[in-house]
């Protein structure tokens, strides 16, 4: 069973920064992608970043690209968001999620409409203005 368990929110001012992290297990086969989505009061869910398990295709929304950046720790099995420059509209839950496969257009189609096969607990990152 995949499980996947998000850390790392918090409350921080307009312009600074968190890093959240993502720590997986269960994976018994090695082609995936691991990412986050977020969810704030009142909004559509939203595929914010993700990464291949093989570390070579990385996305991130228009609405946070150039500030945040995910990377991973194999070793560690943990996916990080670094989040800088955040904005107040950067407010919500944030959740860790995994889908399988290799196809990087099939995961961008299924991380932006949330159809994809694993999710972990959220964890809230509030910033104030």
């Known amino acids: 069973e995949v499980q996947l368990q998000a850390f790392g929110g918090g409350l921080v001012q307009a312009g600074g920064s968190l890093r959240l992290s993502c720590a997986a297990s269960?994976?018994?086969?090695?082609?995936?992608?691991i990412g986050w989505f977020r969810q704030a009061p009142g909004k559509e869910r939203e595929g914010v970043s993700f990464?291949?398990?093989?570390?070579?295709?990385?996305y991130y929304s228009d609405s946070v690209k150039g500030r945040f950046t995910i990377s991973s720790d194999q070793a560690k099995n943990t996916v990080y968001l670094q989040m800088n420059s955040l904005k107040p509209e950067d407010t919500a839950v944030y959740y860790c999620?995994?889908?399988?496969?290799?196809?990087?257009?099939?995961?961008?189609?299924?991380?932006?409409?949330?159809?994809?096969?694993?999710w972990g607990k959220g964890t809230l990152v509030t910033v104030s203005s």
């Open positions: 990464i291949s398990s093989s570390d070579d295709y990385t």
């Open positions: 269960g994976f018994t086969r090695d082609d995936y992608f």
């Open positions: 999620a995994a889908d399988l496969g290799t196809d990087f257009t099939i995961a961008t189609m299924r991380f932006a409409s949330g159809g994809v096969d694993y």
